[in-house]
């Protein structure tokens, strides 16, 4: 894993940004700590930190220019059937001097353009330069798994693996409003928007050939190949296990390639078990590793990590965590984010990454598999809402109790109360409001509130709503709305622009590869060719996902609630990072200074924070802090 940056000068002044090219590299050291390196040409530079996977030698360090120096890639990612492309180009002729993925991507789009995109099974953001025609592909894998920013002004474009590259480069600096909003209600940035104008992520599955300031075409090299409410898998459910069986072990055993040492995370879970399930059958001792919390018996899983490691033979390692642990982090993970991202889930994940990477470089995860196949709480309210039955009547019909009990996430009586209530009011709405409603800490209303009145009049209603309307396209506000195609809105907003971007953001901070068999496209044109009875029905979510393994998991993982990667925010705010709201970044004096947030308002969230019921108030006050932490870092 890597980290890229560069810049096409479309003219002199354009061309004054290069000399930050080395500075602009070096932001991106800890997604790539073994080797730094940059390529300068007339109008394009480019630049590479590396994180050595496979073929770690000199010979294949990044950027890579070919024998005829016309074509210069920088590569972030890993080409897991590498070894096929390469054969089928020998077999045409072409010759390697190197044992790594990196020429074979070079190779590929030297001798088959832009095609050479849909033959790669893997995840990758990648920049390549014609120095002869002076043509510059940028292009994203298929589910962004890998993020890739661009910068765009009438002089130069300039993309990174992080937003602080592109800042160090000197790039105007101006507050999108709208993503803003976008950001409150959601608590991270959907794609392909950004914090700052003039910046946003190439999307998912994209490529954008530049050849000057007005001639660009970005166009889509895969879609989702989702065929309506009609299933294009024809077989019985006992077909369909046999196929996903097949095809997602042969999804891990191809991300089990690696010249560093490799292991795979363990949460107790159903999703990462079943990886490391697989995974262990392909590997002499599988290291698996678990995040336990000391203080926190709620949060802990740990048990059921070791009862699959246990059953699948796994050299298993937990790292208990004391709140005090997590607590010195903090400042840390605050401080790498050079973008709002306020999934407290985050947290773990960083730590965990962290004390993963003291052991292997690449690790596998379970992520994916919720969004392809029902794994969430809304999935499973969704499919009980369209039962109406007397159990769904009867908890509508305690609406007025639900909205006044206490709610929290942190105990499981307050959670069923909170999940209670969002139910009952969701169900008032159509399926495109609910899903947004579930989707949000907040309606459009109350952050528009927080807004001072400059503030609201650089916000434009208009275009936010265009926006969200994009979000949310799949899905119609009248009629019945296919499962699969509420799954198809979660791809290309929660996953992208939330798990993945968690992923992506901890990991490369600590220097370790996180792999995702769930995520290789073979799987998810599987599981979109599925009918939603096999995903979901009135006794449990996944379903085939759980009896097609059920056989090598211990029972015990079905025999308990589903439970997030979470943390103990809410208590966090409440004590030991009391003080980092009322007197540093939600202190009424910054507010006041600041400009963005009414004082008052502002106010009104923190009383309700240290209230009795605090509802989920964590949630948008930690989206606060972290806003006003980023706005500190760039802005103050």
Same mark, same amino acid.
């Given at each position: 894993?890597? /980290?890229?940056?560069?810049?096409?000068?479309?003219?002199?002044?354009?061309?004054?940004?290069?000399?930050?090219?080395?500075?602009?590299?070096?932001?991106?050291?800890?997604?790539?700590?073994?080797?730094?390196?940059?390529?300068?040409?007339?109008?394009?530079?480019?630049?590479?930190?590396?994180?050595?996977?496979?073929?770690?030698?000199?010979?294949?360090?990044?950027?890579?220019?070919?024998? =005829?120096?016309?074509?210069?890639?920088?590569?972030?990612?890993?080409?897991?059937?590498?070894?096929?492309?390469?054969?089928?180009?020998?077999?045409? &002729?072409?010759?390697?001097?190197?044992?790594?993925?990196?020429?074979?991507?070079?190779?590929?789009?030297?001798?088959?353009?832009?095609?050479?995109?849909?033959?790669?099974?893997?995840?990758?953001?990648? %920049?390549? $330069?014609?120095?002869?025609?002076?043509?510059?592909?940028?292009?994203?894998?298929?589910?962004?798994?890998?993020?890739?920013?661009?910068?765009?002004?009438?002089?130069?474009?300039?993309? &990174?693996?992080?937003?602080?590259?592109?800042?160090?480069?000197?790039?105007?600096?101006?507050?999108?409003?709208?993503?803003?909003?976008?950001?409150?209600?959601?608590?991270?940035?959907?794609?392909?928007?950004?914090?700052?104008?003039?910046? @946003?992520?190439?999307?998912?599955?994209? $490529?954008?050939?530049?050849?000057?300031?007005?001639?660009?075409?970005?166009?889509?090299?895969?879609?989702?190949?989702?065929?309506?409410? %009609?299933?294009?898998?024809?077989?019985?459910?006992?077909?369909?296990?046999?196929?996903?069986?097949?095809?997602?072990?042969?999804?891990?055993?191809?991300?089990?390639?690696? +010249?560093?040492?490799?292991?795979?995370?363990?949460? /107790? /879970?159903?999703?990462?078990?079943?990886?490391?399930?697989?995974?262990?059958? *392909?590997?002499?001792?599988?290291?698996?590793?678990?995040?336990?919390?000391?203080?926190?018996?709620?949060?802990?899983?740990?048990?059921?990590?070791?009862?699959?490691?246990?059953?699948?033979?796994?050299? *298993?390692?937990?790292?208990?965590?004391?709140?005090?642990?997590?607590?010195?982090?903090?400042?840390?993970?605050?401080?790498?984010?050079?973008?709002?991202?306020?999934?407290?889930?985050?947290?773990?994940?960083?730590?965990?990454? !962290?004390?993963?990477?003291?052991?292997?470089?690449?690790?596998?995860?379970?992520?994916?598999?919720?969004?392809?196949?029902?794994?969430?709480?809304?999935?499973?309210?969704?499919?009980?809402?369209?039962?109406?039955?007397?159990?769904?009547?009867?908890?509508?019909?305690?609406?007025?109790?639900?909205?006044?009990?206490?709610?929290?996430?942190?105990?499981?009586?307050?959670? !069923?109360?909170?999940?209670?209530?969002?139910?009952?009011? &969701?169900?008032?709405?159509?399926?495109? +409001?609910?899903?947004?409603?579930?989707?949000?800490?907040?309606?459009?209303?109350?952050?528009?509130?927080?807004? =001072?009145?400059?503030?609201?009049?650089?916000?434009?209603?208009?275009?936010?709503?265009?926006?969200?309307?994009?979000?949310?396209?799949?899905?119609?506000?009248?009629?019945?709305? #296919?499962?699969?195609?509420?799954?198809?809105?979660?791809?290309?907003?929660?996953?992208?622009?939330?798990?993945?971007?968690?992923?992506?953001?901890?990991?490369?901070?600590?220097?370790?590869?996180?792999?995702?068999?769930?995520?290789?496209?073979?799987?998810?044109?599987?599981?979109?060719?599925?009918?939603?009875?096999?995903?979901?029905?009135?006794?449990?979510?996944?379903?085939?996902?759980?009896?097609?393994?059920?056989?090598?998991?211990?029972?015990?993982?079905?025999?308990?609630?589903?439970?997030?990667?979470?943390?103990?925010?809410?208590?966090?705010?409440?004590?030991?990072?009391?003080?980092?709201?009322?007197?540093?970044?939600?202190? +009424?004096?910054?507010?006041?200074?600041?400009?963005?947030?009414?004082?008052?308002?502002? @106010?009104?969230? !923190?009383?309700?924070?240290?209230?009795?019921?605090?509802? #989920?108030?964590?949630?948008?006050?930690?989206?606060?802090?972290?806003?006003?932490?980023?706005?500190?870092?760039?802005?103050?």
């Amino acid at each position: 894993m890597c /980290g890229i940056t560069g810049i096409y000068a479309f003219n002199e002044v354009g061309r004054f940004f290069s000399i930050n090219l080395q500075q602009a590299t070096l932001q991106l050291s800890k997604r790539g700590p073994d080797f730094i390196n940059t390529s300068l040409f007339h109008r394009v530079n480019l630049g590479h930190t590396r994180l050595s996977i496979i073929d770690p030698n000199p010979e294949s360090h990044q950027p890579m220019t070919d024998s =005829t120096e016309r074509y210069t890639l920088v590569f972030n990612g890993e080409i897991y059937n590498y070894r096929e492309i390469r054969q089928k180009l020998q077999n045409q &002729g072409v010759e390697f001097t190197t044992a790594s993925d990196t020429e074979v991507v070079l190779k590929a789009y030297i001798h088959q353009g832009v095609d050479c995109l849909t033959s790669f099974d893997g995840f990758f953001a990648l %920049a390549i $330069y014609d120095n002869e025609t002076s043509t510059m592909l940028l292009a994203r894998d298929r589910f962004g798994i890998k993020p890739l920013l661009v910068y765009q002004d009438e002089d130069k474009l300039i993309f &990174g693996s992080e937003m602080k590259a592109l800042i160090r480069f000197g790039i105007e600096k101006s507050l999108d409003y709208v993503s803003l909003k976008h950001f409150l209600q959601l608590n991270y940035l959907p794609q392909p928007f950004s914090m700052l104008e003039k910046v @946003r992520k190439l999307p998912a599955g994209h $490529y954008l050939l530049i050849k000057g300031r007005e001639d660009q075409e970005e166009k889509a090299f895969y879609e989702i190949p989702y065929q309506g409410t %009609a299933s294009s898998f024809s077989g019985t459910y006992q077909d369909a296990q046999k196929t996903f069986a097949q095809i997602l072990e042969k999804s891990v055993q191809q991300r089990l390639v690696s +010249d560093v040492p490799l292991g795979s995370f363990l949460s /107790g /879970g159903i999703d990462s078990s079943v990886i490391a399930s697989l995974a262990a059958r *392909h590997t002499d001792k599988l290291h698996t590793f678990s995040i336990g919390y000391k203080d926190e018996a709620f949060f802990d899983e740990t048990n059921y990590a070791r009862l699959v490691a246990d059953k699948i033979g796994t050299e *298993h390692t937990v790292f208990s965590v004391s709140n005090q642990d997590m607590l010195d982090h903090i400042d840390e993970i605050l401080n790498y984010i050079d973008e709002p991202f306020a999934d407290s889930s985050a947290i773990a994940v960083y730590i965990l990454s !962290k004390l993963t990477r003291n052991h292997v470089t690449v690790a596998l995860s379970g992520d994916g598999a919720d969004e392809l196949f029902s794994g969430y709480n809304k999935h499973a309210a969704e499919y009980r809402l369209r039962q109406n039955n007397w159990q769904v009547n009867l908890v509508k019909s305690f609406a007025p109790l639900w909205k006044k009990l206490p709610k929290s996430r942190s105990s499981t009586i307050g959670n !069923k109360v909170r999940q209670f209530h969002r139910f009952a009011e &969701g169900s008032k709405l159509s399926v495109k +409001d609910r899903y947004w409603s579930w989707a949000t800490f907040a309606q459009e209303q109350e952050i528009d509130r927080l807004f =001072t009145e400059k503030s609201l009049s650089r916000l434009n209603q208009e275009v936010y709503s265009q926006q969200k309307e994009g979000l949310l396209s799949h899905l119609q506000n009248n009629g019945v709305v #296919d499962f699969n195609e509420l799954l198809l809105t979660d791809m290309q907003l929660v996953l992208p622009g939330d798990m993945l971007t968690k992923v992506d953001l901890m990991s490369m901070a600590n220097g370790l590869e996180v792999r995702v068999p769930f995520l290789s496209h073979e799987v998810v044109d599987f599981a979109f060719s599925l009918p939603a009875e096999f995903k979901i029905d009135a006794g449990y979510r996944k379903k085939i996902v759980q009896d097609t393994f059920r056989d090598i998991l211990p029972k015990e993982l079905y025999q308990r609630p589903k439970k997030g990667f979470e943390v103990p925010l809410l208590k966090w705010l409440k004590s030991d990072l009391k003080e980092l709201i009322t007197k540093d970044l939600l202190s +009424d004096e910054l507010i006041e200074e600041q400009g963005i947030f009414k004082v008052e308002e502002i @106010r009104k969230l !923190k009383q309700k924070l240290f209230s009795s019921n605090p509802e #989920d108030m964590h949630a948008r006050i930690w989206g606060l802090v972290v806003f006003q932490n980023w706005w500190k870092k760039w802005f103050a």
